[in-house]
């Protein structure tokens, strides 16, 4: 189940790429918004699995100090 979870990823992934890469080229209007939406529903998939295979949350150490200095000014 992993094992598929990652391939899963690793296509999103892969589409997300292909799809930012076909951004700098040249393309009609409708092209353009043809991959802006798909990029954006890649996008949304890769972080929804990404968020079921990876259910815990990090906080980045300079979010952690900010919020500590938020909290210390109230």
Not at 47 to 64: G, N, R
């Amino acid at each position: 189940m992993l094992d598929e979870d990652f391939a899963r990823i690793r296509a999103h992934r892969s589409n997300i790429h292909r799809y930012r890469s076909l951004l700098k080229t040249q393309l009609s209007d409708l092209e353009r918004q043809f991959i802006e939406r798909r990029l954006s529903e890649e996008d949304a998939a890769l972080k929804a699995l990404t968020s079921k295979v990876f259910p815990v949350a990090f906080t980045p150490p300079e979010q952690v100090a900010s919020q500590a200095g938020a909290g210390a000014a109230s």
